[in-house]
Nanobody
C-alpha cells in the first residue's frame, strides 16, 4: 500500500507561482510512475502532468506546458508540481496519483493509477 499526501495548495493571484508537493509512504517510491490530476468544480478530473520512475520521461497536458514543471526526489519519496504564471482556469483540486510501473504507456489515464491522495485546493484569482 502507498499513501499519498498532497500539500502546498492555496489562494494566489493570476501570474503567481505555487509549488505543490506529494509525499508518499512506502519503500518503493522509486519504482512508481507519479501523476498530477486536477478537478475543477463541476468538471471531470483531468490529467495535468506525469513523471516516470527515473524522471527520464515527463508529460504535460497542453494547457500547462511551459508553465508547470513536474519533478521528483526519490530520496525524499516526494513528487512536486511547480506552477508558474498561474491562471484562473488552473483553479481546481489537485490530486497526485501513483502506480508501480516502469512503463509510461497510459500515464494520462486516471484509471491506470492505483493510489491517490486526498487532494489540495488551488485557487487562482484574477
Amino acid at each position: 500500500q502507498v499513501q499519498l499526501v498532497e500539500s502546498g495548495g492555496g489562494l494566489v493571484q493570476a501570474g503567481a507561482s505555487l509549488r505543490l508537493s506529494c509525499a508518499a509512504s512506502g519503500r518503493t517510491f522509486s519504482s512508481y510512475v507519479m501523476g498530477w490530476f486536477r478537478q475543477a468544480s463541476g468538471k471531470e478530473r483531468e490529467f495535468v502532468a506525469a513523471i516516470s520512475w527515473n524522471s527520464g520521461n515527463t508529460d504535460y497536458t497542453d494547457s500547462v506546458k511551459g508553465r508547470f514543471t513536474i519533478s521528483r526526489d526519490n530520496a525524499k519519496s516526494t513528487v512536486y508540481l511547480q506552477m508558474n504564471s498561474a491562471k484562473p482556469e488552473d483553479t481546481a483540486v489537485y490530486f497526485c496519483a501513483a502506480r508501480s510501473d516502469y512503463t509510461i504507456t497510459n500515464i494520462r489515464d486516471a484509471r491506470w493509477y492505483d493510489y491517490w491522495g486526498q487532494g489540495t485546493q488551488v485557487t487562482v484569482s484574477s
